[in-house]
């Protein structure tokens, strides 16, 4: 994996996560936990439509470097087209859906213009994730991450505008005309004209994807699911709150998330050179070795800023304060979660990893619906969505472990948990810290800031130092 690129694609995302956590800030504040919850209630159309391609785009992404990788390069614009057009049908039935309910199916104005909002962002986000598809199945990181970082500056001018002169309104409208406004610069090396497509070509690339797309789908039901049960059970001003918390999950996986999607492609392009334990070791427990050792680094910030950035700045959202705190906890076991994906894919495995993480699924919602008739609180749904990410990745490492001659899994996973334990340890000391009891807010979160600033060079070269289990 090259480090350059992986910084080029991190620091893309590290903007659109910097800028979101500005706008993190805004939409609460200026919205107020009702209207934040329908906001993120109706954003969930387009957030997940993006996966209506039942997999045929996350075949493409593999294969295309795989083809590359064996001389095989015929057929791939016509592959590429017929993913184009296939999935533009699926996002336009999706489209049109919402336009029929939001006309036949509830007469809130606000809520009619925010689902037309959302049926136009649909194809918007169609149009520009298969772009950006496209450019990771070619390995163009570069303008990959030139266009990323264009689409959320733009996003952030627009949804701060708006949000201040149009409310609710502006921040149903800031996606929509963002993506609008960057639709041709997006479309920068692509064909001028798409072919016609192939129906059966498109059906056997969802054969080949849709299990990539089941095994990628248990860690997004994960999060959506969480918000789905908060508003059902607690309401819409509820969901406003747990929303607040949510939106720290896209920052703190913002490396992890980097990483995956520059190596993924290389470990289907080097499939053949490297012996089956060099792969499991390289493309599994070393990302996991340096995401255990790195993630308290951006977690430990997070839960330690919360309490002053409610205090000073959203003394509204005080009931979203430690729901928020469990779920960037939780964001330790989410990262723990990715590596193993790229590895089941380049084995052919991801039907059978599929069948067994979608187990988690049920299992969690069954368990925190449960746990909610005791202790109906934000609380208990972040702790047992933190649960399950753990779960998650348990079941996908036991997979792996077993699939490749029962390789020994115990050991390494708690090894794994080493650096958990430490943050947790960490974060229970500095919130025990013997200070004046008159001391403000800031000055004692500027003092654990400082605490682990000198506690970080210590995660930092434990990450880059080889795992004494397996050297």
């Known amino acids: 994996m090259s480090r350059k690129t992986v910084a080029q694609l991190a620091a893309s995302r590290g903007l659109r996560h910097a800028l979101g956590v500005i706008t993190a800030f805004l939409r609460p504040k200026l919205l107020g936990p009702e209207a934040l919850g329908l906001y993120a209630l109706l954003n969930l159309f387009p957030t997940y439509s993006t996966y209506l391609h039942l997999g045929a785009r996350s075949s493409l992404r593999y294969q ?35 336009i029929g309910y939001a006309v036949w199916g509830t007469d809130d104005g606000m809520t009619q213009f925010g689902l037309v909002c959302a049926a136009a962002s649909v194809l918007l986000v169609w149009a520009f994730d298969h772009r950006l598809a496209e450019l990771k199945s070619e390995q163009q990181f570069g303008v990959l991450a030139r266009i990323t970082a264009w689409r959320y500056l733009l ?31 997006a479309r920068q090396g692509s064909p001028a004209k798409r072919q016609p497509w192939q129906w059966q070509q498109f059906v056997d690339q969802v054969r080949l994807g849709f299990p990539i797309l089941m095994l990628e789908l248990v860690s997004l039901s994960l999060r959506l699911v969480d918000k789905l049960l908060v508003s059902s059970l607690l309401g819409l001003e509820a969901l406003g709150y747990y929303t607040l918390g949510t939106m720290l ?21 080097q499939q053949r050179e490297n012996h089956r334990q060099q792969r499991l070791q390289r493309h599994y427990w070393r990302p996991m070795h340096r995401s255990a050792w790195l993630m308290p680094l951006l977690i430990l910030p997070a839960v330690l800023l919360l309490p002053a950035v409610i205090q000073y700045g959203l003394p509204e959202y005080g009931p979203a304060l430690h729901s928020a705190q469990w779920l960037a906890v939780g964001s330790f076991f989410l990262a723990l979660g990715y590596p193993a ?15 067994s993480a979608w187990l988690v699924v049920p299992l969690v919602v069954a368990a925190t619906a449960l746990a909610m008739q005791w202790w109906p609180r934000l609380e208990t749904v972040a702790i047992g969505f933190s649960l399950g990410y753990a779960a998650l990745a348990l079941v996908l490492g036991r997979f792996l472990c077993r699939r490749f001659d029962n390789a020994p899994m115990l050991s390494r996973s708690l090894a794994l948990l080493l650096p958990f334990a430490l943050m947790g340890l960490l974060w229970a000391a500095l919130n025990n810290l013997p200070l004046p009891g008159d001391w403000p807010l800031w000055a004692t979160v500027s003092c654990q800031l400082l605490l682990v600033a000198l506690a970080a060079p210590l995660f930092w070269w434990r990450a880059h130092q080889p795992d004494r289990i397996h050297g």
């Open 155 to 185: 996003q952030f001018v627009l949804t701060v505008g708006l949000l201040l002169t149009l409310g609710l309104v502006g921040a149903f409208l800031a996606l929509p005309l963002c993506l609008l406004l960057l639709f041709w610069s």
């Open 249 to 269: 999950l896209g920052p703190l996986m913002n490396l992890p998330g980097a990483a995956r999607e520059v190596s993924e492609p290389k470990l289907m392009q």
């Open 64 to 98: 295309v470097p795989q083809l590359q990788g064996q001389g095989q390069t015929d057929g791939i614009d016509s592959l590429k087209n017929s993913v184009y057009w296939g999935s533009l049908l699926l996002n336009a039935l999706l489209a049109l859906a919402i």
């Open 341 to 355: 994906r790229g590895l089941i894919v380049a084995e052919r495995w991801q039907a059978s990893a599929a069948r």
